[in-house]
């Protein structure tokens, strides 16, 4: 093979291997996120840098605490397109399978890509669905209330949340 062919293949090995690391970041943020406002461990520990803040946190942080909860757990249940862990796993070792394979087969990265990609919206539409309704089912004064709440989340600086804020929060929810 000529340099060339083997400079766009080292080019594209590296695009391929950016694009499933966005993927796999974009997919722990949705999966991170639905954990932590379930209530699991770090919930409320939220370190995020900056650009890293999903469009859904300030929404999902200015519901009541109980809310959150049972709008996880309810997804939870209902599965809405999340595989198990295995399944998960298996798609990832797919990956890194591929990625150690010579020669590289860039369309199996891109088949779990897409499968990860897939889930990921399934679960984001399954979430947009679940708050949505929550949303809708609130009085007037029960939706400007809550828009307040996000206008506050807004405002919020990422990583800087202290235990008196949390307890503060706590104390409205």
Known sequence: ?????????????????????????????IAGAAYRHAGGPGAGDHARGPGARSYATPYVRALPREVRRAM?????????GMPSRSERR????????????EPFDAAEVEDV????????????????????????????????????RVAVELTRRPGKHGKKRREGREAED
């Not at 590296?14 to 694009?19: H, P, Q, R, T």
């Not at 996880?72 to 809405?80: N, P």
């Open 113 to 148: 890509l897409r499968e990860q990609g897939r889930v990921a919206l399934a679960l984001q539409t399954a979430a947009e669905g679940a708050w949505l309704a929550e949303v809708s089912s609130m009085s007037p004064e029960e939706r400007a209330a809550y828009a307040d």
């Open 90 to 101: 298996a798609l990832y070792d797919r990956v890194l399978a591929a990625l150690r394979q």
């Open 72 to 80: 996880f757990r309810d997804l939870r249940r209902s599965g809405s």
């Open 1 to 29: 093979m000529d340099k060339t062919g083997t400079a766009a293949r080292r080019r594209m090995r590296w695009v391929l291997i950016a694009s499933l690391a966005l993927n796999l970041i974009f997919v722990g943020l």
